[in-house]
T-cell receptor
Framework: EDKVVQSPLSLVVHEGDTVTLNCSYE??????LLWYKQEKKAPTFLFML????IEKKSGRLSSILDKKELFSILNITATQTGDSAVYLC??????????FGTGTRLQVTL | GAGVSQSPRYKVAKRGQDVALRCDPI?????LFWYQQALGQGPEFLTY????????KSGLPSDRFFAERPEGSVSTLKIQRTQQEDSAVYLC????????????FGPGTRLTVT
């Protein structure tokens, strides 16, 4: 059975801090690892990672995949209160479905 | 363009009632997925359509759950004889093609069974 584990489960930081969110996965016939941000509505897409070692970057967010260690991290630098959300990691293989982790709840305080 | 839309956004049902949840995917998207998200958990896969064909229904928790997409666009998730453990947010997602990986999610329907 496919499995995705995220850590930490929750995190409280001060505005301006840098955070690292972790995701480990076991997905049959693995193809990609995806990160989503979920506030009180639809998960919104952040990154899709298919190749190992290639960093994807969007503004203050970046992510990288390690296919040997079955691991991905999501970094957020200079955090802002608008970054407060649940960050979901999901793996997908040839089965098409996404297998999600429980999520990391990030709270950024002033 | 318009994103994935779902209706109703909130549904309260008494135990034993049947409910129907609707998903309008992004226009032209071939693939459509349903997920169930319990409070404090990540979404869990229910079923997957490619056009009108239901290719994977391995995540449906019981035979009370039924999904259809008869014309390959709008989809309906039906839950018969609802039970309290069915209370959750039901998310729909679509993607452009058969082999893309990125899925675009709707806002979800929050179902509460009393």
């Amino acid at each position: 059975e496919d499995k995705v584990v995220q850590s930490p489960l929750s995190l409280v930081v001060h505005e301006g801090d840098t955070v690292t969110l972790n995701c480990s996965y076991e997905v049959t016939n693995f193809r990609s690892l995806l990160w989503y941000k979920q506030e009180k509505k639809a998960p919104t897409f952040l990154f899709m990672l298919t190749s190992s070692g290639i960093e994807k970057k969007s503004g203050r967010l970046s992510s990288i995949l390690d296919k040997k260690e079955l691991f991905s991290i999501l970094n957020i630098t200079a955090t802002q209160t608008g970054d407060s959300a649940v960050y979901l990691c999901a793996g997908t293989g040839t089965a098409s479905k996404l297998t999600f982790g429980t999520g990391t709840r990030l709270q950024v305080t002033l | 363009g318009a994103g994935v839309s779902q209706s109703p956004r909130y549904k309260v049902a008494k135990r034993g009632q049947d409910v129907a949840l609707r998903c309008d995917p992004i226009s032209g998207h071939v693939s459509l997925f349903w997920y169930q998200q319990a409070l404090g958990q990540g979404p869990e896969f229910l079923t997957y359509f490619q056009n009108e064909a239901q290719l994977d229904k391995s995540g449906l928790p019981s035979d009370r759950f039924f999904a259809e997409r008869p014309e390959g666009s709008v989809s309906t998730l039906k839950i018969q004889r609802t039970q309290q453990e069915d209370s959750a947010v039901y998310l729909c997602a679509s993607r452009p093609g058969q082999y893309d990986y990125e899925q675009y999610f709707g806002p979800g329907t929050r179902l509460t069974v009393t």
